[in-house]
């Protein structure tokens, strides 16, 4: 997540330069409709994997559950990790004086426990996806999840100590409050838009980004989370918000690092607020209506949905 930061700092100049033309507002659109209509969770309306929304009538009007998956686990694992590793640094950098901060040996002396802490929030969730064949990749996993921790921990560090460096009187606690300003419990309401409460996002980062954590394929759609989490923040506070960060994290054999190759601060403009609202306003609809969209013409597209088998395997195809 602290890979965020310094994004952040890369792309100033970008960002000083973007246009505030932002009409659509969350707390100035109108309200999606009256307290008797459907609400759904943001991941449910942003996620725009099949192009009829067949996923939503299946999973909120028939009531079929979404099934647990090796990657959903994997992904709730890492979004766990990452804000672990934020508040560690926190609690390290409150109580540690310039003289004795070592974030790296810190972070590095407790990743263990880190780890620990963030797979057995979700222990539940792996028992119902197991089988020999995941077995033998949580080793991969957790090695992956281990350059995690040592990437935050380099960056993080490296940061801190050259702030520490040049000035003379900064504390750790102060530069850390300073630079890594991400509230990873923030949660939202914002009813108006038709979330389900609270719509809560990975983190708000200075009250500037509102951020998203993403470790699957990378999809076109992903946009449409931060999209969402930013009309949510702005009804809930009535103050804008004009930047999403997608935090992409891919956890290849090939680097001893996580690769980031997708991830990017983006200006939330009126084009990509309308385009959301345009699949947000369609897939409440279905669910108000209670009407079966149908399956897509084929399943060329639905490769990795949920929901595959209802639509296209034995008599459902």
């Not at 449910?44 to 299946?58: G, V």
């Not at 939202?188 to 009250?207: E, I, S, Y």
Request: with cysteine; charged share 25%; hydrophobic share 35%.
């Amino acid at each position: 997540m602290h890979y965020v930061a310094v994004l952040y700092e890369r792309t100033h100049q970008s960002r000083s330069m973007a246009p505030a033309d932002i009409t659509l507002r969350g707390y100035t659109l109108p309200t999606w409709a009256d307290s008797e209509w459907p609400r759904l969770p943001v991941y449910a309306l942003a996620y725009a994997f099949c192009p009829t929304s067949r996923d939503i009538y299946l999973e909120w009007v028939e009531n079929k559950e979404r099934p647990p998956t090796w990657e959903r686990y994997q992904g709730r694992v890492i979004d766990e990790l990452y804000k672990l590793i934020h508040l560690k640094c926190q609690e390290y950098a409150s109580h540690t004086p310039p003289r004795s901060f070592d974030l790296y040996a810190h972070l590095t002396s407790i990743q263990d426990q880190i780890l620990d802490e963030a797979k057995s929030c979700h222990r539940h969730a792996l028992e119902r996806v197991i089988t020999p064949l995941i077995r033998r990749q949580i080793q991969a996993f957790d090695q992956g999840l281990k350059k995690i921790v040592r990437f935050e921990a380099e960056i993080t560090s490296a940061f801190m100590d050259f702030e520490i460096a040049k000035l003379q009187s900064a504390t750790p606690n102060r530069i850390f409050s300073e630079y890594f300003d991400f509230n990873t419990n923030f949660p939202l309401r914002a009813k108006n838009q038709g979330f389900t409460l609270p719509a809560t996002p990975d983190f708000v980062f200075r009250h500037e980004v509102v951020g998203d954590i993403k470790s699957n394929h990378w999809q076109t759609f992903f946009e449409y989370t931060v999209v969402a989490y930013a009309l949510a923040y702005e009804e809930h506070t009535h103050r804008d918000m004009n930047y999403g960060a997608i935090l992409h994290v891919q956890l290849l054999r090939s680097r001893r690092v996580p690769a980031h190759y997708e991830a990017d601060i983006i200006y939330i403009d009126d084009s990509k607020r309308s385009r959301f609202l345009a699949i947000r306003n369609r897939k409440l609809q279905i669910v108000a209506d209670r009407i079966d969209p149908g399956k897509p013409d084929n399943d060329s597209g639905c490769a990795g949905c949920s929901f595959y088998s209802e639509c296209w395997d034995g008599a459902n195809g």
